[in-house]
């Protein structure tokens, strides 16, 4: 909780400092308002729904709105009753749902690699993309819910796993490929079928607890169902995303090669071509986390992470993929654990990305494209 107050700090002065320094007109004699830098990109898309809803033919959104599931945007309205600014309650949203998400990444942490919880959380806090958990967006949110379900996982406890992992299907997309990790994990894992067969215990009380899986795909289906009643179309969330954003199916290779011209061929601004260029990283990373949780039989996270690569890798091309490796829980303890095993390890690496912190924060609340 110390980390997680502490950056919030580090990251509210950033942005406030961007009102006053990057104003966009160089004569300006008055700041731009705080709460207008915290209202960028897809938050647009989320008040909209908090405020009008989906359908609303009276206040039609700029883009298809069906591509952005309701879990936050119901939230942001639940707290809009007692906090009159849209934006404020948005920001109040991921402040205490990331307080949530950092003390569970720290016990879940603790659990996998002992010692390890609070350089955990101070790797995610500083990653390059880290304010997209102060941001009126829904990770934080998400994780708030995602890693409490998987350290509830870990412990055997798969009736609370099965209901928070619904709750985060009910946030993103990304809830749907957790559901198949915790699949995976309860087939494979040590607290899971296979482990607690191996330990004496009766096949049937362990598959007792199987139904509690089916939560995510439930929230999900429930999603898709809304929809269709509204649509017609029992695949609007994927259409809006077509038609939004370009992320219909395509190869791996034609999806890096569009990715790879758009970030070298001059074809888009340069604040566009630096980040397909941190696109392509950030897949990569996920591509060699994948693997290694492989070639350690970490078999559900190597679902929940390669899930993620695989749906962000066959798109038109890379999209908003350093913003989904928040959500990357065991890279930051993995990270967490390599580093303490080695001394300067953690100083090599807050000197190098902590400052990709700082230009993310600056990029994103001045309007420019940041993941």
Same mark, same amino acid.
């Given at each position: 909780?110390?980390?997680?107050?502490?950056?919030?700090? $580090? +990251?509210?002065?950033?942005?406030?400092? $961007?009102?006053?320094?990057?104003?966009?007109?160089?004569?300006?004699?008055?700041? +731009?308002?705080?709460?207008?830098?915290?209202?960028?990109?897809?938050?647009?898309?989320?008040? *909209?729904?908090?405020? =009008?809803? =989906?359908?609303?033919?009276?206040?039609? !959104?700029?883009?298809?709105?069906?591509?952005?599931?309701?879990?936050?945007?119901?939230?942001?309205?639940?707290? *809009?009753?007692?906090?009159?600014?849209? @934006?404020?309650?948005?920001?109040?949203?991921?402040?205490?749902?990331?307080?949530?998400?950092?003390?569970?990444?720290?016990?879940?942490?603790?659990?996998?690699?002992?010692?390890?919880?609070?350089?955990?959380?101070?790797?995610?806090?500083?990653?390059?993309?880290?304010?997209?958990?102060?941001?009126?967006?829904?990770?934080?949110?998400?994780?708030?819910?995602?890693?409490?379900?998987?350290?509830?996982?870990? &412990?055997?406890?798969?009736?609370?796993?099965?209901?928070?992992? !619904?709750?985060?299907?009910?946030?993103?997309?990304?809830?749907?490929?957790?559901?198949? %990790?915790?699949?995976?994990?309860?087939?494979?894992?040590?607290?899971?079928?296979?482990?607690?067969?191996?330990? !004496?215990?009766?096949?049937?009380?362990?598959?007792?607890?199987?139904?509690?899986?089916?939560?995510?795909?439930? $929230?999900?289906?429930?999603?898709?169902?809304?929809?269709?009643?509204?649509?017609?179309?029992?695949? %609007?969330?994927?259409?809006?995303?077509?038609?939004?954003?370009?992320?219909?199916?395509?190869?791996?290779?034609?999806?890096?090669?569009?990715?790879?011209? %758009?970030?070298?061929?001059?074809? =888009?601004?340069?604040?566009?071509?630096?980040?397909?260029?941190?696109?392509?990283?950030?897949?990569? @990373?996920?591509?060699?986390?994948?693997?290694?949780?492989?070639?350690? &039989? &970490?078999?559900?996270?190597?679902?929940?992470?390669?899930?993620? +690569?695989?749906?962000?890798?066959?798109?038109?091309? =890379?999209? $908003?993929?350093?913003?989904?490796?928040?959500?990357?829980?065991?890279?930051?303890?993995?990270?967490?654990?390599?580093?303490?095993?080695?001394?300067?390890?953690?100083?090599?690496?807050?000197?190098?990305?902590?400052?990709?912190? @700082?230009?993310?924060?600056?990029?994103?609340?001045?309007?420019?494209? %940041?993941?």
């Amino acid at each position: 909780m110390r980390l997680w107050l502490l950056t919030r700090v $580090s +990251v509210f002065l950033l942005v406030g400092a $961007s009102a006053w320094i990057f104003s966009g007109d160089a004569n300006a004699k008055r700041p +731009v308002p705080y709460l207008q830098r915290w209202a960028q990109w897809d938050w647009e898309h989320y008040q *909209h729904i908090a405020q =009008y809803g =989906y359908f609303n033919p009276d206040h039609p !959104g700029r883009v298809p709105l069906e591509a952005f599931f309701p879990g936050f945007p119901l939230l942001v309205r639940a707290v *809009h009753v007692v906090v009159p600014d849209w @934006v404020l309650a948005g920001l109040l949203v991921s402040f205490v749902a990331g307080a949530v998400a950092m003390v569970a990444l720290r016990r879940l942490a603790d659990l996998e690699a002992p010692g390890t919880g609070e350089r955990a959380v101070l790797l995610l806090l500083l990653a390059p993309t880290a304010v997209f958990l102060a941001a009126g967006y829904t990770e934080a949110l998400f994780l708030a819910f995602a890693i409490p379900a998987w350290l509830a996982a870990r &412990r055997g406890r798969w009736w609370l796993a099965g209901l928070l992992a !619904g709750c985060s299907a009910v946030v993103r997309v990304s809830g749907l490929f957790l559901g198949c %990790a915790l699949v995976v994990e309860f087939l494979l894992g040590a607290s899971g079928l296979l482990g607690r067969v191996r330990a !004496g215990e009766r096949v049937g009380r362990v598959l007792l607890q199987a139904p509690a899986l089916a939560f995510p795909f439930l $929230s999900t289906f429930a999603y898709a169902a809304y929809l269709h009643a509204k649509t017609g179309d029992w695949l %609007a969330w994927q259409h809006a995303q077509e038609k939004g954003w370009y992320r219909r199916f395509m190869s791996p290779v034609d999806t890096f090669l569009n990715t790879w011209h %758009a970030a070298v061929d001059g074809l =888009y601004p340069t604040q566009f071509a630096w980040m397909f260029r941190i696109e392509i990283l950030t897949v990569a @990373v996920g591509v060699a986390l994948t693997g290694w949780l492989l070639a350690r &039989r &970490r078999w559900g996270e190597a679902t929940w992470v390669g899930l993620q +690569v695989v749906a962000l890798g066959t798109s038109f091309w =890379y999209f $908003s993929v350093p913003r989904a490796a928040l959500l990357w829980w065991p890279l930051w303890i993995g990270l967490a654990a390599w580093s303490r095993r080695r001394p300067g390890a953690l100083t090599a690496y807050l000197v190098t990305v902590a400052p990709f912190m @700082v230009v993310f924060t600056l990029a994103f609340s001045t309007g420019r494209w %940041a993941g």
